[in-house]
């Protein structure tokens, strides 16, 4: 589902969510049917472990480097606990 950042002459600006086949849709705020599409933010995301963060072949919650998580905090599945 493709989300579109949208401009419309009412002022609101924001996302919208459409299915895949679907046009923009309407304004949300004032039902105007030709709001203007934005650029949108690219993901920087690849799929590989960096900086002790997942990836695709990491087994614990936590990554390779759990010391370095942000869910190393006690209680975590990091702490070796769990919750």
Same mark, same amino acid.
């Given at each position: 589902? $493709?989300?579109? =950042?949208?401009?419309?002459a009412c002022g609101f600006e924001g996302e919208v969510i459409?299915?895949?086949a679907q046009e923009l849709p309407a304004?949300?705020?004032?039902?105007? $049917?030709?709001? =203007?599409?934005?650029p949108s933010a690219v993901s920087s995301l690849t799929g590989r472990a960096v900086q002790g963060?997942?990836?695709p072949k990491d087994t614990a919650c936590c990554g390779s480097r759990p010391g370095e998580a942000?869910?190393?905090?006690?209680?975590?599945?990091c702490s070796g606990r769990g919750a």
């Open positions: 589902m $493709p989300i579109h =950042d949208i401009r419309c459409t299915l895949a304004c949300p705020a004032c039902g105007r $049917p030709d709001p =203007d599409r934005l963060l997942p990836g942000a869910c190393a905090g006690p209680g975590s599945c």
